[in-house]
C-alpha cells in the first residue's frame, strides 16, 4: 500500500500526461514556456486571486513574498509552531525572526488568541518589529483568517498565507490561497496539486506586488533580461511542469478534490470513536493533504504506527517536534510562553495513507486494524 498513490494518478491520467510532456519537448521552450502563462491564468482562476507567479517550489514562494514585503534583520513574524519546517526557516532565511505560536487544539491551524497574545507579548519586549504573520493551511484545511486578520489589522501586521498543503480548501465561498494578503502554494508531488518535480506559486490581488514577483524569480529583471533593477533570485517553474500541472488541474476539478473528500469520509465513518478525527469546521472544505487521527497518548500512536507497518500501510508523523524546539532555532532566545496544545498534539497525531486514488478497500483494511489496535 502506498501512503499517496501517484503512480495510480499518473496512469489514471497517462494518455493526456504524455501528450502534454510531448507537446513541451517538442515545443523546446524549456523555461518559462507559453505552458507556464497558460497555468498561471488558470490558477488565478480557480483560486480567485488577479494575480499568480509560478516559481521553483513552495519554500521560494514564501521567500519571495517576504522579499516583497521587505522583511529582514529585526523584524519578527509569526507562525505557528506546528508546521512544515519551511514556513519557518524562509524567515530566518530573510534575516529576520521567526515567532512560534501555539495551535488550535481541533483544527491544528495556529490559535487567533495566542497570536493575539504573542504578538502583545513580542510588541512590549520592544526588541523585535512586528512585521507579518505566516499562517499554514494545515494537511489541507485553511486557517481562521476571518479571525487572523482582525489581529494582524490591529498591530499593523501583513498576513501571508501559506498554502502549500491547502490548495483546493475553501473557507465559505473564498478558496485557499485567496486568504491573505498574499498566498502561496506547492507543487511538490505529494502535495494537493503535485507535478513531477519541484514548482510552487505566489498569489496576489496586487498589481505592483506580482510585477516585484516576476521581477524577483528572475534575477530581479526590469525591462528585459540583460536589465537587472534589483538584486532576484533564480526560481523559475519549469515548461515540462507546467504541461504536467495543466492536466493535473483540471482533473483536480473534475473529480480529484471531490474524491478525497469522499476517501475522508469514508475513513470517518469506519473508524470507531477510540481514536480522534480531523475536525473541518463548519463552511470550511479541505483538500486533505493528510488525513491525520489523534491517539490517546505517544506510547499508543508509536505502538500504532509500528502495527500498521507489520500490516504492510504505511502511516506517518506530521510533525514530531515543535518549530521552536528544532535544532536549527535553538539559537532563538527562549520564548516567554507556553505551546501546550502544540506539544501534545506533536505526541498523539498520526498521518494515514491518503489521497483520491486510495481504494475503499484499502481504507477498510487499515480501519479494521487500527479499531482492533485501540479497542
Ligand atoms: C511542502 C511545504 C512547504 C514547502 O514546499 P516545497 O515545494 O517543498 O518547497 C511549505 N510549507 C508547508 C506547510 C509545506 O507543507
Partial sequence: MEFRDLKAQYLALKDEIDEAVGRALSGGSFILGAQVEALERELASYVGAAHCVTCANGTDALSLALMVWGIGEGDAVFVPDFTFFASAEVIARAGATPVFVDIDSKTFNMCPEALAHVVSVVEKEGALTPKAVIAVDLFGQPAEYDKLRPVCEAHGLKLLEDGAQGFGGAAGEKRACSLGD???????????????????????NSDEEAALLFSLRSHGKGNDRYDNVRVGVNSRL??????????????????ELALVNEK????????????????????YRSS????????KDEAQRDGLKGHLKKQGIPAQVYYPRPMHRQKAFAYLKPQAWENKNTAEV???????PMGPYLS????ETICGHINGFCR
Fill in 264 to 283: 475522508a469520509q469514508r475513513y470517518a465513518e469506519l473508524l470507531t470513536d477510540a481514536v480522534k478525527k480531523p475536525y473541518i469546521k463548519g463552511g
Fill in 346 to 352: 506533536c505526541g498523539r497525531i498520526l498521518a494515514l
Fill in 238 to 255: 519549469d515548461t515540462l511542469q507546467a504541461a504536467i500541472l495543466l492536466v493535473k488541474l483540471r482533473a483536480f476539478q473534475k473529480n
Fill in 360 to 363: 475503499d478497500e484499502d481504507i
Fill in 182 to 204: 498574499m498566498g502561496t502554494t506547492s507543487f511538490f508531488p505529494a502535495k494537493p496539486l503535485g507535478c513531477y518535480g519541484d514548482g510552487g506559486a505566489v498569489f496576489t
Fill in 288 to 295: 486533505f493533504a493528510q488525513y491525520s487521527i489523534l491517539l
